[in-house]
């Protein structure tokens, strides 16, 4: 084993290769060029040494002096700067040194005898990045990226070493070992891998790998750091260029990727000009000055390649890009990275899903919308309809839960009253609203207010006195306006304290919750007069305390009626909700569990139960709002507590809950029989019908069911039999 900073045993006489070949490149020979270029001269090597070229250089190894093996460097090494694809760029002097230690890291951590890279065991790969972090710093947010890349490099140099052990060591003839330069192989393992290289199945890959080999009709001569390592003395020779004013190599080609590609196989003379080694590489530079050519012939919109298949260096090679790699960039950087520029033609899946998830989304909320605006103007309807029924008004063609036109606020009001009841006469060409409730009132009347925050909704937002208009009223000295009456505020409902007054008294009193106790002019088709006072009984409820008990729902709207289809849509926006913080909660279709499906599909509605309890059974609980009597409740499964919990917002009546609490049952019984989860020694599921909540006033079941759905998604309970009991 090689000890960090240390000298070798002894020399060797070739320095290990220590990367892979880069992707297969390879293009017919014989492209026509399509515009007439300066032949480059072309110094074609003999037949054989050409052949023999490896992946990182075209020059002949015969010609070089015999280098000694790598060792680890002397001193720790700073890496500065990694890029998107995990590769070291910064200092430039720190690549090459990167890519070495990689090689050295694999050869004395990763066993020989493994066939591929996929078969080294996850400590040896530990073992091996261990080893480089003795010897490198880099940025902490760079070592996930950091580290995967060095793995990709110790892959590469384990896998040439492997075929230079076997090239040098067991494929001539003769006895020599590689003990002595390498000696963290022992002697059995040796044995062991030469009787692997010398098998039938060794001999067929050696001989396909051997062909495959030779379709690289474009080698580099970039050397071990690839690109990157030559990105800073291209930068130098092009500023001395610039300096001397000359061109710059290769700027024939103004493309980055494809001048990269030349640079890299290419010869630039004293002269300037250029010379090629390999024939191939020649014929797809002339092809690209041919392609830069046509597109200075272009406007620079036609000339801009619209797809990655339109490049020019694609097209001059005549091959498809390789997955994993970017050529003239670097064998190692992907698509994403190389060529960033065409990322949004290629889609990803988990992009695709998340865009689907927010239409999907989108959808929902439109139809939620539509839904609850229609719910809620059939509710106004019926309640104005039966206000003026009762004070035996005819109803007026305008609907009443659309915004009237209001007379203008500078209106006269020494204009003439008209005879019938106290409205004022409008100017002439104003529209003439229909008459209001507060209209017809004697003297005062107690009254709601309402805040017209849509044409189709508007909330309670306070309670008081309303008293008949006239032309003699004046608020805080101020004219009343037309379309206005005036009102006392006894209570404001606290979320709407802060609601801005549509005519504001004086500087002080600007809000609702400023205007208790004193006088405010409120437009008159949103005063609903209480003809009758209403019976002495609790605002709310008041439930037994249990630290599962759910708070009363709060707010400016209350849903009076929710039909299937409306609390079907909410359940699966619940759903995408509960996907989005950890999928603790399952829920079930309320258009499937209802009470006319149990009297006419009870089988189906078991089966239904049965499936998801078996789905759901990892979650917390699983809800479902159910319909039983006209009236909506929640159920909660508890699958872990064996145990199914009824909010039900309506107790002071008596519900059959029978059916539900059956087919519960039915489908529970052969979910534990199959192993479901469930309280051990508990098999038979309970059933708490008398769970304390928030009761309801009048027929707002619809509005607490997703109430309570929604504070049980945002504040997941356990609803622990024991808690519960002490609770209550």
């Known amino acids: 084993m090689s000890t960090p900073g240390a000298n070798p045993s002894s020399p060797t006489p070739a320095r290990i290769q220590e990367e892979a070949n880069p992707a297969t490149e390879a293009v017919a020979e014989g492209h026509p060029a399509t515009t007439a270029v300066q032949q480059p001269e072309i110094h074609e090597l003999p037949q054989e040494q050409h052949t023999s070229m490896s992946g990182e250089t075209s020059a002949s190894r015969s010609s070089r002096n015999p280098r000694s093996q790598n060792i680890w460097p002397t001193t720790v090494q700073v890496i500065r700067e990694v890029d998107a694809s995990g590769r070291p760029t910064a200092p430039r002097t720190v690549i090459g040194r990167w890519s070495n230690c990689c090689g050295i890291a694999a050869r004395e951590n990763f066993g020989i005898l493994h066939k591929d890279i996929g078969k080294v065991t996850e400590a040896e790969k530990e073992r091996a990045w261990t080893a480089m972090e003795k010897w490198f710093t880099f940025p902490a947010e760079a070592k996930d990226r950091l580290k995967r890349k060095a793995f990709q490099k110790m892959g590469k140099a384990w896998k040439n070493w492997k075929s230079k052990l076997f090239t040098e060591y067991v494929n001539p003839p003769g006895n020599h070992t590689p003990f002595d330069e390498y000696p963290q192989i022992t002697e059995a393992v040796w044995e062991e891998f030469c009787s692997l290289k010398t098998t039938q199945e060794f001999r067929e890959s050696s001989e396909a790998h051997r062909v495959l080999q030779q379709r690289n009709e474009h080698p580099h001569r970039l050397g071990t750091a690839g690109y990157i390592g030559k990105e800073a003395i291209w930068a130098q020779e092009d500023a001395a260029a610039a300096a001397a004013n000359v061109p710059a190599p290769f700027s024939d080609i103004p493309e980055q990727r494809a001048r990269n590609w030349a640079r890299a196989r290419g010869k630039v003379n004293p002269d300037g000009s250029v010379t090629f080694e390999n024939k191939s590489d020649a014929v797809v530079y002339q092809e690209l000055l041919g392609l830069v050519a046509e597109q200075a012939s272009q406007s620079e919109v036609e000339s801009a390649p619209k797809r990655r298949e339109d490049d020019i260096l694609t097209k001059a090679l005549g091959t498809k890009e390789h997955p994993g790699r970017t050529r003239g960039i670097g064998s190692d950087v992907p698509w994403k990275h190389g060529l960033p520029q065409y990322s949004s033609q290629y889609r990803k899946r988990k992009v695709s899903k998340e865009e689907r998830d927010a239409r999907l989304k989108a959808e929902l909320k439109v139809e939620v919308i539509q839904e609850l605006e229609a719910s809620m103007n059939a509710r106004v309807e019926e309640r104005v309809n039966k206000v003026l029924a009762d004070m035996n008004i005819p109803r007026v063609t305008t609907p009443a839960v659309q915004p009237t036109p209001r007379v203008q606020h500078d209106a006269s009001p020494s204009q003439h009253r008209s005879s019938c009841a106290s409205t004022e006469v409008p100017a002439p060409g104003l529209p003439i609203a229909p008459l209001a409730a507060v209209d017809h009132i004697e003297g005062a009347a107690q009254c709601v207010l309402l805040a017209r925050v849509h044409p189709t909704f508007a909330p309670e937002v306070a309670e008081g006195m309303a008293f008949k208009p006239s032309v003699t009223d004046k608020v805080h000295g101020a004219d009343l306006l037309a379309g206005y009456a005036k009102v006392s505020i006894d209570t404001v409902k606290d979320t709407w304290s802060g609601y801005p007054l ?54 400016p709207a209350l849903i009076r009626k929710l039909d299937t289809g409306l609390l079907k849509c909410y359940s699966l926006l619940c759903w995408i909700e509960s996907r989005r913080h950890g999928n603790q909660v399952g829920f079930l279709d309320p258009s499937m569990v209802n009470e006319v499906n149990l009297r006419q599909s009870f089988t189906e509605v078991v089966d239904y139960v049965n499936r998801c309890l078996w789905a759901h059974q990892d979650k917390e609980y699983i809800m479902c709002a159910h319909n039983q009597e ?13 145990r199914v919990t009824y909010l039900n917002s309506n107790k002071s009546k008596d519900y059959d809950f029978s059916e539900i609490t059956k087919a519960l049952n039915m489908a529970w019984g052969p979910y534990v029989e199959k192993g479901g989860r469930h309280k051990e020694g508990k098999n038979e599921l309970y059933h708490d019908t008398k769970f304390a909540c928030a009761q309801q006033i009048g027929d707002q079941c619809g509005f607490h069911v997703c109430h309570n759905m929604s504070t049980l998604l945002r504040e997941v309970k356990d609803f622990d039999p024991e808690v519960v009991a002490n609770g209550e």
């Open 630 to 642: 006209r009236h909506w409740i929640l159920l909660v499964i508890v699958p872990k507590w064996s």
């Open 502 to 555: 549509p005519v504001p008294p004086n500087d002080e009193i600007m809000t609702l919750g400023d205007a208790r106790k004193t006088f405010i002019q409120w437009p008159k088709e949103d005063i609903v007069v209480k003809m009758t006072p209403r019976p002495s009984r609790p605002t709310e409820l008041t439930p037994p305390k249990s630290k599962l008990s759910i708070e009363a729902p709060r707010g």
